[in-house]
């Protein structure tokens, strides 16, 4: 018997499977019907108990946690479990998969990650979509009622602190395409980085080099042809280190690409301001529409008042975030590249230059579809350009 307990003091009732512990977190959902392997390993997750509004979730297990080449997970995007427990509607203990080396429940019970099967996941989303994401507890064989709103003691909201400093690395790591041939290299602040995100600029010939989230790039002493912003877990605010060396990276002219996480710090770096979402964007089917600059207003450029009109293309997207950029807080000379076409909220920012631009999705998917990863493509044109430049 295990209880999810939220802050409100509204109880869950289920089973236990993985591992039978009791976890804290804040508790959000996503909607993706597949990539619970991907999901769970992602350090944008880090600190949260995770709802999967998919009903079956394990019934194609878990693969193996090997390496690749460079050193890194080849089938996960971390080398380690970040949510703090899941949630499921059903847990399949039966799995069938030529990949898989686990099931769900084995692989959670190794990594110490507790879940719940048997929940009501529809009420439960709906609630957290009504009222917001909310702290809350997983507790085994807990009394009922439970002795207090937070299930016996105060929860501790991980967003208070920095997350980005548990999941970045600690020293820098150099990593080259195979062939030891590259195009171009990049440094790239790792606040949380998603594996599959190396991999997309490792196949396309570009050298990464790695570095944690404080790194100082004023003293790098590698030549680099542009500046990479991960993905990564937390409120953005956190990372003054980070900002900081962004607002100096623009400053200089660097070409500079951002992902989920470092679509927020670009913006903060330039003075814009970002909020927390009422329950976030998490899941493989976010609609997000492109906007340009309406060319009839190109002589205004610079002076911070184009017009912007929607393009005809319209992606799906694979998202996990709980902030956002604050559109109005943005300053001349730039502008919302993307929008939500469900809520309006920005998914992308740019500079009139086209310089420096940031998706607030993951065009790098695992999981979800794969409209978005034309974007690595267009960084690493930017960057051979600035080279003949």
Not at 36 to 50: A, K, N
Not at 191 to 216: A, E, Q, T
Not at 265 to 288: E, W
Not at 366 to 387: C, I, S
Request: aromatic share 8%; hydrophobic share 35%.
């Amino acid at each position: 018997m295990a209880t999810l307990i939220l802050a409100d003091g509204t109880e869950f009732h289920g089973q236990s499977f993985g591992a039978q512990t009791d976890s804290d977190g804040e508790v959000v959902f996503n909607t993706g019907m597949v990539g619970y392997p991907e999901s769970m390993t992602d350090p944008s997750y880090r600190g949260q108990i995770l709802v999967f509004t998919y009903p079956l979730i394990g019934n194609y297990g878990v693969p193996s946690e090997e390496k690749n080449q460079w050193g890194f997970s080849k089938n996960f995007e971390s080398e380690a479990v970040h949510v703090r427990g899941i949630v499921v509607a059903q847990v399949s203990e039966d799995h069938s998969h030529f990949a898989a080396v686990s099931s769900l429940s084995r692989w959670m019970e190794h990594h110490g990650i507790p879940g719940i099967t048997g929940i009501d996941t529809r009420a439960l989303t709906k609630k957290l979509r009504e009222t917001g994401v909310m702290l809350g507890r997983i507790m085994q064989n807990a009394p009922t009622p439970s002795p207090s709103p937070a299930g016996g003691g105060e929860i501790p909201d991980p967003n208070k602190t920095n997350l980005v400093a548990e999941v970045s690395c600690t020293e820098p790591i150099i990593y080259e395409p195979e062939g030891g041939i590259w195009e171009a290299t990049i440094v790239a602040f790792d606040c949380g980085m998603k594996r599959n995100i190396l991999r997309s600029f490792l196949r396309r010939g570009i050298r990464v080099h790695r570095v944690p989230w404080n790194y100082d790039l004023q003293k790098s002493q590698m030549p680099y042809d542009g500046v990479f912003l991960s993905n990564g877990p937390g409120d953005p605010k956190a990372c003054v280190s980070t900002i900081a060396q962004i607002r100096w990276s623009i400053q200089q002219g660097i070409p500079t690409f951002g992902i989920c996480l470092g679509n927020q710090l670009m913006a903060l770096a330039v003075g814009g301001d970002t909020y927390k979402l009422k329950y976030g964007h998490r899941g493989a089917n976010q609609p997000c529409r492109e906007l340009k600059i309406d060319p009839t207003s190109l002589k205004l450029r610079g002076a911070g008042n184009e017009k912007l009109k929607i393009t005809d293309r319209c992606i799906i997207t694979s998202q996990n975030h709980g902030f956002a950029v604050d559109e109005k807080s943005l300053p001349k000379g730039w502008h919302v590249w993307f929008s939500n076409a469900n809520d309006g909220s920005v998914e992308g920012i740019t500079h009139a230059s086209g310089k420096f631009r940031a998706v607030q999705f993951h065009p790098e998917a695992t999981p979800g579809p794969e409209d978005a990863n034309y974007l690595f493509d267009e960084f690493v044109a930017l960057m051979r350009k600035g080279k003949k430049n």
